[in-house]
């Protein structure tokens, strides 16, 4: 009889390590800024207004992730989708609903020809998505290298539309209810990330997913297609990508050509500190949502505070990044030894 | 006959680069008929190559640092651009001694030199740790920097721009009275000679290679591989000092917003255009440099196509990406299946 | 196809690039067989297999399965699959990071309403693995668990997805004599179910132990197909390296010097936390002691805090009567040692490197980076060895990587004889070794001795320790347990005191 007993999970602990971080700093956050109104329920949602691009960004970065690749053409990708709506609605005058599905078609389209490189000319995803990054950035300039505002009235409608929430209202001196309320970008960012979630625990193609990452020779060996599976990762990516832009779209009404500078390592550190592994084959997306929160939560602490530049955010983050990627060496490193004693 | 000799010209290590390098100079030449037209006013040397060769000189010294971290380690160092910015903040910050705005040095000018190579090689020596000691991967370990740079920068010179009007500042960006060619030239030149040297006369080269193709074996057979790893992390590091002098001395400032700008990626497709693998092991460092002065060439063909900055990218992205493929193993492979089938069928 | 046989391969032919890896092959397999494939390195075993799963095309030839009236080709291990023909790799072909119950059915995990049931997947893994008497947590990622359990359930998806043909491709390198004897006796079901499969490998005795028939290849050529009972040991080996082999019997006589009583290594109480528990050791000079115990017993590792690739934590070592507290490899090479890994393709050969570089490096690395020795001599010590040893390679420029298996060993072992080393360690040097490059690095071992060299001999082949070992110490569960001397050395007394007490 061959025996083994069940062994401690080091990625459940990251997991809660994660969401730990994220309630410490957020109840630190209620307590440090009580007096400026931290504690409202508003503040609570605005994390998820404000990031909903983030979330449907990062939850299509875990993903590529998990493949054992990466994606950092996300940001350009991004600012190209919002310059191709702006251009699209307001120079050729197309339909809002026109334009958005466009703009889907592109992403998949742009998602096509980066899984193609990778998969089956087995180019390193890493310089792969950097052209694409290139690429996009500079395709923006090219649309336009002037902002356009968007006008069109469709999509401001869905943009500026406030979806109230029947509960965690709050009176006002006035004695009128204030209801808290989120915009139709979070309720669409919710349901990509539950999709998704589902897709990867629930469907064979999900779990293809995490197999090329985890032993890409193996999964060969054992009949899965992997240049097919991970062609369609990145086309996944792409086309969640495309989502986001449209989301980002609809919270800055613009296109630019500097919008979502830096939105890739956002992801990207999302991505880690929600407990994916950059080598592959591990990866929750509901961590990932953490991330974006955690980052969130210090953006929100910088704009209370007031005095202390943007540039902070990006230092936390960093700071925060290399914690939990130091924290993931020495776990993985336990494992091996713990494996080898044998 | 023809065919033996293709495949013989295909296979030697630095066909890609150098071929390459021929079409863009082509494309250059038919765009702007005068490109390689010299002409010496007042003791200096004018004309577009010069133009191209004088702007590739950071992006040169940046592919010969990135060259031997790609080769030991496998990965790539994505702070170069970010430590640029933070050595050319920190040399302005000595120079200035802590003002916006000087018309004399405060502190010798050795002084902020030695402030800069220190501040890079501090810079990769933190890259170095996390990547040898802490095993973590490189893209994710200068990440961190690639992040975080550009902020500390900003916290050097206090979020503004430091400026240093000094003639002989700018002598580091722009000739040095009485030499035809910009000293940047020399500088990178000099890197490439004294590394090489370096790489060759000792077994480093060796080490860098076998660390890059096999860490464990190179451990047991006596090599520590862990401090070559850590070295050339520092030694990128350095170079991105050296880089982030030059530049700071062009525009005389340090802008820590713009100083190496997207460098990164531009040192790490000159190592790729230059032949070598991107996941380690063997490599080259006059493809690299071959690669870089190709970078740079290019750049100049589209500006004169009229193409502004911010657009660019999209042209170097699709050149990349088509010679990285044609690099590929998979299209080499399917190249030559197609070529079987075709003498089948004849 | 005639109602018995499941399986004919005809005319053969695959090459590669500078080399016919297969020349007009035949093989057949008959149903509820099991049918052993044999052959030296680079006798194209391995080669033959691929083609036949579909990793590889080929040239010439034609493959016919049971049940198909046109001839079949597998253009990938997916379609192979599909056709009833599966395979289980030497090296563990499943994904460290998804449980157990997903190695074995991913792609085809039971579904319900279109959603994977997990619930069923894991009942119908345990279900699966307790035929095979494994008792694991289905759940657990892969990675959590032991080289050898991985490979039992890599075998039990194989097992569970094969219809035809279950290939076994050295399937018993990382299993104890228990684990193997599980597994023989799963193959026998199988067997007796009217599967028919191809079990390729190098051990002797498993050969007899469990096959119904042979094919030995040889060079790329088919030398012929024999029921096991016509074919004993010595002539199965004779038809693999094509010489007659009255080496097997012994090779000592060749000893012409006794171990001199000068001690060479004294560890004492030397431990390593959680691979080897403290022990005490002496080599004397000239003296070839041989380490062995199961699977797992610590052999390795104590080799490896000998050598310092794994820092003791306990214990002292004196190297030649001197104090040695290595901390890093090239400490030990500067004393005199030299350390032939186990995992020839992970720790030794550096891959990409020429056969020159990789000879010279350890030289090198004693010599400083700074004292870089001429081309002229990396190419006379690189000549010299590769005709001392016998290493055919098409150059001394060749990548490593381009030689076979055996060759790529013989470069390692150069590697470190160019050192001169006073002692050195050999880690199941002749592992994934033909039989005619085994006795020849047996022999060298000898003669290293009489120069006077100390060898530490690790390999799970007893036999060929008996053959050129002075003295054995053995091992169990992680600590030195007991010391032979030559006379009392013999394969009884060593598997006595490798079982211990309860046998």
């Not at chain 2, 940047?184 to 080269?205: E, P, Q």
């Not at chain 3, 289980?88 to 449980?99: D, F, G, I, M, T």
Request: with cysteine; proline share 3%.
């Amino acid at each position: 009889m061959i025996k083994q007993k069940k062994k401690f999970n080091e990625n459940t602990f990251l997991l809660c390590i994660t969401v730990g971080l994220f309630f410490a700093m957020y109840i630190a956050g209620m307590i440090v800024f009580r007096k400026n109104g931290f504690a409202r329920f508003q503040v609570f949602l605005n994390l998820f207004i404000s990031n909903a691009s983030l979330i449907v960004v990062a939850v299509g970065m875990t993903v590529v992730m998990i493949t054992g690749g990466i994606d950092i053409s996300v940001g350009s990708f991004v600012a190209m989708s919002c310059m191709m709506l702006a251009n699209m609605m307001e120079n050729k005058g197309y339909g809002a609903v026109s334009s958005v599905l466009i703009v889907l078609l592109i992403g998949i389209l742009f998602g096509f020809v980066q899984g193609f490189l990778v998969s089956y000319l087995k180019l390193q995803p890493f310089i792969v998505t950097l052209a694409g990054m290139f690429f996009a950035r500079g395709m923006t300039a090219i649309i336009s290298q002037d902002m356009i505002s968007i006008k069109n009235p469709l999509f401001l409608s869905w943009a500026t539309r406030k979806v109230f929430l029947p509960f965690g209202g709050t009176m006002n001196k006035r004695g009128v209810l204030i209801r808290p309320y989120i915009y139709p970008t979070v309720i669409i960012a919710l349901i990509v990330l539950v999709l998704i979630f589902f897709m990867l625990r629930y469907t064979k193609f999900g779990r293809k997913i995490y197999a090329i990452g985890g032993g890409e020779q193996s999964a060969l060996l054992m009949g899965l297609n992997v240049r097919r599976t991970r062609l369609l990762a990145y086309i996944l990516d792409g086309f969640l990508c495309a989502i986001g832009g449209i989301l980002f779209c609809l919270n800055t009404c613009s296109g630019f050509v500097e919008q979502a500078r830096g939105f890739e390592m956002e992801a990207i550190a999302a991505a880690v500190i929600g407990g994916t592994l950059l080598t592959g084959g591990v990866g929750n997306v509901f961590g990932s949502l953490f991330g974006v929160l955690i980052k969130g939560t210090i953006e929100t602490f910088i704009t209370f505070q007031g005095t202390l530049s943007s540039w902070w955010t990006r230092i936390t983050i960093a700071a925060l990044l290399a914690f939990f990627i130091i924290l993931q060496s020495i776990l993985g490193s336990t494992k091996n030894r713990r494996r080898n004693s044998k | 006959m023809i065919r033996a000799f293709l495949k013989k010209l295909t296979s030697y290590r630095l066909f890609l680069p150098i071929a390459s390098l021929i079409l863009v100079l082509l494309v250059n030449m038919i765009k702007t008929p005068t490109f390689f037209q010299l002409e010496m006013r007042n003791g200096v040397l004018y004309g577009y190559i010069i133009d191209v060769i004088n702007r590739a000189s950071e992006l040169v010294i940046l592919a010969v640092g990135m060259t031997l971290v790609v080769a030991a380690s496998g990965g790539t160092d994505i702070s170069v651009g970010a430590v640029m910015a933070v050595a050319g903040a920190v040399c302005c910050f000595v120079l200035a001694g802590g003002q916006r705005t000087v018309n004399a040095y405060q502190n010798p000018y050795i002084l902020g030199v030695l402030a800069a190579l220190l501040a890079g090689i501090l810079c990769g020596a933190w890259n170095g740790f996390l990547v040898s000691k802490m095993k973590i991967q490189p893209m994710v370990a200068t990440l961190i920097l690639f992040t975080a740079g550009r902020g500390i920068a900003q916290l050097v010179t206090r979020g503004q721009i430091t400026y240093i009007r000094v003639e002989n500042f700018k002598l580091l960006g722009a000739n040095i009275p009485g030499v035809p060619l910009p000293t940047s030239i020399f500088i990178a030149i000099l890197v490439v000679i004294l590394t090489n040297l370096l790489l060759k006369k000792s077994a480093l080269g060796l080490y860098i290679e076998a660390v890059g193709v096999n860490k464990n074996a190179s451990r047991l057979v006596g090599i520590k591989s862990d401090q070559i790893i850590f070295l050339v992390y520092v030694f990128c590091g350095l170079c991105a000092g050296i880089a982030g002098m030059i530049t700071t001395s062009r525009i005389y400032s340090a802008d820590a917003n713009n100083i190496g700008l997207n460098m990164e990626l531009d040192a790490i497709l000159a190592v790729a255009l230059g032949g070598n693998s991107l996941a380690g092991g063997r490599f080259t460092l006059l493809g690299s440099v071959i690669g870089a002065y190709t970078i740079q060439a290019l750049t100049t063909t589209l500006y004169a196509m009229g193409v502004s900055a911010d657009q660019i990218p999209v042209y170097k992205a699709i050149v990349v990406v088509l010679i990285v493929s044609l690099q590929s193993e998979e299209f080499v492979r399917w190249f030559s299946k197609m070529q079987a089938r075709r003498k089948v069928v004849a | 196809m005639e109602s018995d046989i499941v399986l004919t391969m005809r005319h053969i032919c695959k090459i590669f690039p500078g080399v016919k890896a297969l020349d007009d092959v035949d093989f057949t397999l008959r149903k509820g067989e099991i049918h052993a494939l044999m052959g030296e390195n680079g006798a194209g075993k391995s080669t033959l297999i691929k083609v036949l799963t579909g990793v590889f095309d080929f040239d010439e030839g034609e493959i016919r399965l049971s049940g198909y009236d046109e001839p079949i080709l597998n253009k990938s291990p997916q379609e192979a699959q599909k056709r009833g023909i599966s395979t289980v790799y030497q090296e563990v072909n499943l994904c460290p990071n998804l449980s157990v119950a997903e190695n074995i059915f991913i792609g085809r995990e039971p579904c319900k309403l279109g959603r994977i049931d997990w619930k069923k997947m894991y009942s119908m893994a345990r279900e699966l693995l307790s035929k095979l008497d494994i008792e694991v947590d289905v759940t657990c990622p892969m990675e959590n668990y032991s080289i050898a359990l991985q490979q039992m359930v890599a075998i039990a998806r194989a097992v569970d997805m094969s219809a035809k043909v279950l290939i076994l491709d050295e399937p018993t390198s990382s299993l104890d004599d228990l684990e193997v004897e599980k597994l023989f006796t799963l193959m026998r079901k199988l067997r007796d179910k009217g599967v028919g499969i191809i079990f390729v490998t190098h051990f002797l005795e498993q050969v007899y132990s469990v096959c119904d028939r042979i094919t030995v290849l040889r060079n790329g050529q088919l030398v012929g197909e024999y029921p096991i009972a016509e074919l004993p040991r010595l002539k199965l080996v004779a038809k693999m390296i094509g010489k007659d082999f009255d080496d097997l019997a012994s090779i000592k006589s060749l000893r012409t010097q006794k171990p001199n009583g000068t001690q060479v290594i004294k560890a004492e109480q030397l431990g390593h936390s959680g691979t080897i528990k403290p022990f005490d050791l002496r080599i004397m000079q000239g003296e070839v002691i041989g380490l062995a115990g199961l699977l797992g017993s610590g052999r390795s590792e104590l080799a490896r805090s000998l050598y310092g690739a794994d820092k003791p934590d306990c214990g002292e070592l004196f190297v030649k009567g001197k104090k040695f507290v290595p901390s890093h490899p090239i400490d030990a090479i500067h004393r005199g040692m030299a350390y032939l890994p186990e995992d020839r393709k992970k720790e030794g050969v550096i891959a990409d490197l020429s056969v020159r570089e990789n000879i010279m490096i350890a030289l090198q690395a004693k010599k400083g980076m700074f004292k870089l020795l001429s081309r002229k001599q990396q190419e006379e010590f690189t000549d010299q060895y590769i005709s001392l040893l016998q290493i055919k390679t098409a150059d001394r420029e060749t990548p490593v990587k381009q030689l076979s298996g055996g060759n790529q060993q013989k470069v390692i072992i150069g590697r470190w004889l160019l050192t001169q080393p006073d002692f050195i360690i050999l880690d199941e040097p002749t592992k994934g070794i033909d039989i005619g490059t085994k006795t020849e690095i047996q022999k060298l071992v000898l003669k290293l001795a009489d120069k006077g060299t100390s060898v530490l001999f690790i390999s799970s082949e007893i036999d060929e320790m008996l053959r050129t070992c002075d003295h054995m110490a053995i091992l169990r569960d992680g600590s030195k347990v007991a010391e032979l001397k030559e006379d009392d050395m013999s394969q009884k007394s060593i598997m006595g005191a490798i079982a211990g007490g309860n046998q």
